[in-house]
């Protein structure tokens, strides 16, 4: 069975960090590109970052790039997203998603990807 188990999340004042973690399951991990993303209530869900499978190349929407990292421990089955610098507008469910070999460039999508996690809040008080 397929599983993408997140952690992490939580609440924080402006400028703290958080990290977040992915935990898969079910695949071989090192086959499949992650990505992250997020959704504001009322929103659409919004790209975030992804680690490609192989080359481990990344991508960071504008919003978050400087701030956030993504990263990837294969001997844990485990992707990380760590986030610095937190600001209110960075509030919303972050989910991860995980595609076999789906190239990870500034035009990926939430929908590209077959498996997501169940989602986690992360909430920046200002």
């Not at 209530?41 to 504008?62: A, L, M």
């Not at 990870?104 to 498996?115: A, E, P, V």
Request: glycine share 12%.
């Amino acid at each position: 069975e397929v599983q993408l188990v997140q952690s992490g999340g939580g609440l924080v004042q402006a400028g703290g960090s958080l990290r977040l973690s992915c935990v898969a399951s079910g695949f071989t991990f090192d086959d499949y590109t992650f990505g992250w993303f997020r959704q504001a209530p009322g929103k659409d869900p919004e790209k975030v970052s992804c680690i490609g499978s192989g080359d481990g190349s990344t991508y960071y929407t504008d919003s978050v790039r400087g701030r956030f990292i993504i990263s990837s421990d294969n001997a844990r089955n485990t992707v990380y997203l760590q986030m610095n610098n937190l600001r209110p507008e960075d509030t919303a469910v972050y989910y991860c998603g995980a595609e076999y070999r789906l190239a990870c460039y500034r035009g990926i999508h939430y929908s590209h990807f077959t498996f997501k996690g169940q989602g986690t809040q992360v909430t920046v008080s200002s």
